[in-house]
């Protein structure tokens, strides 16, 4: 594929690569401070660990799907928010390093929020926080972003306080259908989504030199070692078993152990370079990886500062829908705070910023119109850089009904049934 | 000042602090680790004491590829380290003069930044089409498929790299002490430079070349950074495999389980070559 391009474009390409390197933006330092805080991670988990042990395995908490009335909020704000959420997942100014519609919203309320970029892994942060949970203490976060399926798990074990809509009309009023009564919170008892997005395939089409289709093209020997698949168990298990025509949330464990044989078998024949966490942006955006698992996000940004070339798709045999949501950790602290930004980012106004930002799919009515009003004042200003990447995140900030018409969710797995899983998809990762 | 009919407390007060620290941050985790490798369960549903020794054969039979692995990148990574290690560590002790000082600020100079952002730097400098191999595979010195990323020579180089400054300065601490006119006397009883260093210097700077050897070896086994930033699925260590076990699945019986196995795995070993250096000690 390389002998049809010509010696000019190489030596362009070899020139802004080794001038990219140099090239950290903040949003790019973070990534990486984030996969530095993946593995410091592993140190802070051990008080984390000993905890767990300390106490009598089932705590208050888990002593069933806990199905309360809302709890009474306190009357006034406490004026505090601990909020975590994970790396590159808020509007930052670039200058300042600041998150200037966090500061709108302390300006507003008088709120003053302690913003962490705590989450790295859904797991890795359960590991974290169970332990207070189970033992009926505050986790000391108000608000955390999780995806979907946790949240799932946290209900069923009792972990999250319920929501007082009454406090949240931006939701009612604001949120679009897709957001509303989910399969894994139905009503929105506990959570209300944060941003989402689609777990599909990237690739760059001049290293490909052909179209990206479904996920058996990832695993095309002509790619061998140059494609790229997630650690992640549940979004990787899913496409592989669309690609065996299984809906996931269906999925029985023998279709499963099917779909690791199916992996397994290209992993052991070399046709992965690895399998990645969030460090698979570098390596498609530098093209060591030609195709890879991705999410349409970090496509979206990927188009707009590193590498324009990366196309997303949604794989024809089924990608995955995924929601990142906001909820309340039981025992929070400042749960009415909790609340009211939680409705604050249903107002049109903080939901544009953020969507224009980070480049997901934002769950707020209107937001991809402002997003193209925006990119047409831009370019009536001149200023092209501007109107030129708000255009890529209006033509992502939400999916289109065919993109929707094509994914699907994870399924909902008990305890027994994720070790099995893991254990599975373990074999694959573990050479 | 204690009285002097107390004073014998005085050795035991010294090492009170030191005591108290392991007991707290070494004996009490290593016992809860041991506690959570015997039960069962998960943490949604909580873990039960269960007694269940059967978890070490099976996490052994689950990763023993890793296991091996590991060993033998580190035993790898200990070899090349002392082979670069150790000529640098003599000249900059019989050689460096006056710049002795200077020259060891740069053998420990990379520790002045963090032990990740170096790791990743290399995945930036290594890159297929990075500025290195890029430029290689321009003037056709490569083939368009050659990659250094994501290869157990790019883990072991990244791990003989990051620990090199473990080899030089133990090393480089025993070396110094040598009285150099042991070396003098030796080549003018008629021994050539290659005997006196084979039968003066080496010998000498034994307890330097063990101390370097055990701390390489023993981190370089359970290190899981390098194979997880310039590794790929076929370098998986078993750090990664317990990392994985501890974090993203949330199985701590296995991962505690995995992680005696692996000290024992390492005394066993460590034991033998005290065994042999010992023994080679005496036999001299």
């Known amino acids: 594929m390389t002998g049809s391009r010509d010696e000019q474009t190489q030596i362009e390409r070899a020139i802004a690569h080794a001038l990219a390197q140099g090239r950290i933006s903040r949003r790019r330092f973070l990534r990486q401070a984030g996969k530095g805080g993946l593995i410091t991670a592993s140190a802070l988990s051990l008080p984390a660990i000993l905890a767990a042990c300390g106490i009598s395995p089932t705590g208050s908490g888990a002593s069933g799907p806990a199905v309360s009335a809302a709890p009474a909020l306190p009357s006034e704000p406490a004026g505090k928010l601990d909020f975590a959420n994970w790396p590159a997942y808020i509007d930052i100014d670039d200058a300042s390093g600041d998150y200037p519609t966090i500061n709108k919203f302390q300006d507003e309320t008088g709120i003053t929020v302690t913003y962490t970029e705590d989450v790295n892994d859904n797991e890795e942060f359960f590991g974290k926080i169970q332990p207070d949970l189970a033992a009926g203490n505050s986790t000391g976060y108000d608000l955390v972003v999780l995806t979907d399926w946790m949240i799932e798990r946290m209900i069923r074990l009792g972990y999250l306080e319920q929501l007082d809509k009454s406090q949240i009309p931006n939701f009612d009023a604001n949120a679009q259908d897709l957001y509303k009564n989910p399969w894994y919170d139905p009503a929105n008892a506990y959570s209300i989504a944060w941003?989402?997005?689609?777990?599909?395939?990237?690739?760059?089409?001049?290293?490909?030199?052909?179209?990206?289709?479904?996920?058996?093209?990832?695993?095309?020997?002509?790619?061998?070692?140059?494609?790229?698949?997630?650690?992640?168990?549940?979004?990787?298990?899913?496409?592989?078993?669309?690609?065996?025509?299984?809906?996931?949330?269906?999925?029985?464990?023998?279709?499963?152990?099917?779909?690791?044989?199916?992996?397994?078998?290209?992993?052991?024949?070399?046709?992965?370079?690895?399998?990645?966490?969030?460090?698979?942006?570098?390596?498609?955006?530098?093209?060591?990886?030609?195709?890879?698992?991705?999410?349409?996000?970090?496509?979206?940004?990927?188009?707009?500062?590193?590498?324009?070339?990366?196309?997303?798709?949604?794989?024809?045999?089924?990608?995955?829908?995924?929601?990142?949501?906001?909820?309340?950790?039981?025992?929070?602290?400042?749960?009415?705070?909790?609340?009211?930004?939680?409705?604050?980012?249903?107002?049109?106004?903080?939901?544009?910023?953020?969507?224009?930002?980070?480049?997901?799919?934002?769950?707020v009515k209107g937001v991809a119109e402002q997003v193209k009003?925006?990119?047409?004042?831009?370019?009536?200003?001149?200023?092209?850089?501007?109107?030129?990447?708000?255009?890529?995140?209006?033509?992502?900030?939400?999916?289109?009904?065919?993109?929707?018409?094509?994914?699907?969710?994870?399924?909902?797995?008990?305890?027994?049934?994720?070790?099995?899983?893991?254990?599975?998809?373990?074999?694959?990762?573990?050479? | 000042m204690l009285p002097r009919r107390l004073r014998w407390l005085t050795p035991y007060l010294f090492l009170l602090p030191g005591g108290i620290w392991l007991l707290v941050f070494f004996l009490v985790p290593m016992l809860v680790m041991a506690s959570v490798s015997l039960q069962t369960g998960s943490l949604g549903t909580g873990f039960v004491q269960s007694w269940n020794f059967g978890i070490y054969p099976e996490a052994i039979g689950n990763w023993s590829t890793q296991f091996i692995r590991s060993i033998w990148y580190a035993l790898v990574v200990t070899g090349v380290t002392m082979l670069i290690g150790y000529p640098l560590a003599y000249t900059i002790a019989f050689r460096g003069g006056r710049f002795k000082n200077i020259l060891l600020l740069l053998v420990i100079l990379p520790f002045f930044t963090s032990f990740i952002i170096r790791t990743l730097s290399w995945k930036l400098i290594l890159a297929d089409n990075g500025f290195l191999l890029g430029s290689l595979k321009e003037i056709g010195l490569l083939s368009d498929s050659f990659r250094l990323i994501a290869t157990p020579v790019a883990v072991i180089s990244g791990i003989t790299y990051n620990f090199l400054p473990f080899v030089v300065l133990p090393l480089y601490v025993a070396l110094e002490k040598i009285d150099y006119r042991l070396v003098e006397a030796a080549t003018d009883l008629y021994a050539s430079r290659f005997q006196a260093f084979r039968r003066v210097t080496l010998p000498l700077s034994m307890p330097g070349v063990f101390a370097a050897t055990l701390l390489t070896f023993i981190p370089a086994v359970g290190d899981f950074v390098n194979a997880a930033i310039l590794g790929s699925r076929d370098t998986t260590m078993i750090g990664n495999i317990i990392q994985r076990l501890f974090l993203n699945n949330n199985n701590y019986p296995e991962a505690a389980a995995l992680s005696f196995v692996l000290m024992a795995a390492i005394l066993v070993l460590i034991g033998i070559y005290a065994r042999v250096v010992g023994a080679a000690e005496l036999t001299r």
């Open chain 1, 373 to 431: 009003n925006d990119a047409d004042a831009a370019r009536a200003e001149d200023d092209t850089e501007t109107a030129d990447a708000l255009e890529v995140v209006a033509a992502t900030a939400f999916p289109d009904d065919a993109a929707l018409a094509n994914v699907f969710t994870y399924k909902q797995l008990d305890e027994a049934e994720e070790q099995q899983w893991n254990d599975l998809f373990n074999e694959v990762v573990a050479g």
């Open chain 1, 195 to 363: 941003q989402s997005g689609i777990t599909g395939i990237g690739y760059d089409p001049n290293l490909t030199g052909r179209a990206i289709a479904t996920f058996d093209d990832l695993l095309d020997p002509a790619f061998a070692g140059r494609v790229g698949l997630f650690s992640e168990m549940r979004d990787t298990m899913s496409l592989a078993l669309l690609s065996m025509g299984v809906t996931p949330a269906d999925a029985t464990i023998d279709q499963v152990t099917a779909a690791k044989d199916k992996l397994l078998e290209a992993a052991q024949r070399g046709q992965f370079r690895n399998f990645y966490g969030n460090d698979y942006y570098d390596e498609l955006a530098n093209g060591n990886l030609v195709a890879t698992v991705a999410w349409s996000g970090d496509v979206t940004q990927m188009k707009l500062y590193d590498n324009d070339a990366v196309e997303f798709v949604v794989p024809d045999s089924g990608g995955m829908l995924w929601v990142d949501n906001m909820c309340i950790p039981k025992k929070a602290e400042h749960p009415l705070d909790a609340h009211l930004m939680m409705n604050f980012w249903y107002d049109l106004a903080n939901a544009v910023p953020l969507t224009e930002y980070v480049g997901y799919f934002s769950p």
